[in-house]
Structures are given as C-alpha cells and as structure tokens.
C-alpha cells in the first residue's frame, strides 16, 4: 500500500509556473514508477507525465513538452512537477499516482492508462 499526497497547487496568471510535490508513504517509494495525471471540467482524465523508479526515464504529453518537468528524490520519497509558460488550458485537478510496472521500451516510458495507487488532487488554476 502506498499514500500520495499531493501539495503546491493554486492559482497562477498565465505565463506563471508552479512546482507541485508529491510526498509517498508506505511501500519503498522507489520501486514504483510515479506520475501525473490532471483532469479538467468535462474533460477525461489525461496522463502528462510519467518518470521511471529511477528517473532514467521519462514520459510527456505532447501538450506539456518543454514547458513541464518531472523530476523525483528517491531518498525523501517525493516525486515533483515543475509546471512553467502556464496556460489557461493547463487548469485542471493535477493528481499524482504510482505504477509498479510503467512500460519502458528503449529507454522510453509509454503513456499509462492507469495506476495503482492515486493521491487526493490539488487544484490548479492558470487565470488570464
């Protein structure tokens, strides 16, 4: 059993950034491929980014590319996404999640479709 929660979103002008974190509790954080997902009103929820156990590899939707970084500290078990050139489409419910088996072909991660542990959500508003 693993616990994400999340910290750090809120309301940012567009062209703003924020660094959401995410903190893991319970199994060894490490083994987990972490990621996240955000999902908009009315919209389905999307995967944006994804990083292996130990951060070799990565994983971005085409939409986030360039202006979104993931990045993890294994040894405080938090994984974080630092959001930059925010846009009014980028408001969502930002939430963090763990996958024990990410599939990682040639060094790149694929999208996931789902995950095994969630955390709670945190808002993130981008206003213009």
């Known amino acids: 059993q693993v616990q994400l929660e999340e910290s750090g979103g809120g309301l940012v002008q567009v062209g703003g950034s924020l660094r959401l974190s995410c903190a893991a509790s319970g199994r060894a954080f490490s083994t987990y491929g972490m990621g996240w997902f955000r999902q908009a009103p009315g919209k389905e929820r999307e995967f944006v980014t994804g990083i292996s156990r130990a951060g070799g590899s990565t994983y971005y939707a085409d939409s986030v590319k360039g202006r979104f970084t993931i990045s993890r500290d294994n040894a405080k078990g938090t994984v974080y996404l630092q959001m930059n050139s925010l846009k009014p489409e980028d408001t969502a419910v930002y939430y963090c999640?763990?996958?024990?088996?990410?599939?990682?072909?040639?060094?790149?991660?694929?999208?996931?479709?789902?995950?095994?542990?969630w955390g709670q959500g945190t808002q993130v508003t981008v206003s213009s």
């Open positions: 999640a763990a996958k024990s088996f990410p599939v990682i072909t040639a060094g790149t991660m694929a999208p996931w479709r789902s995950a095994d542990y």
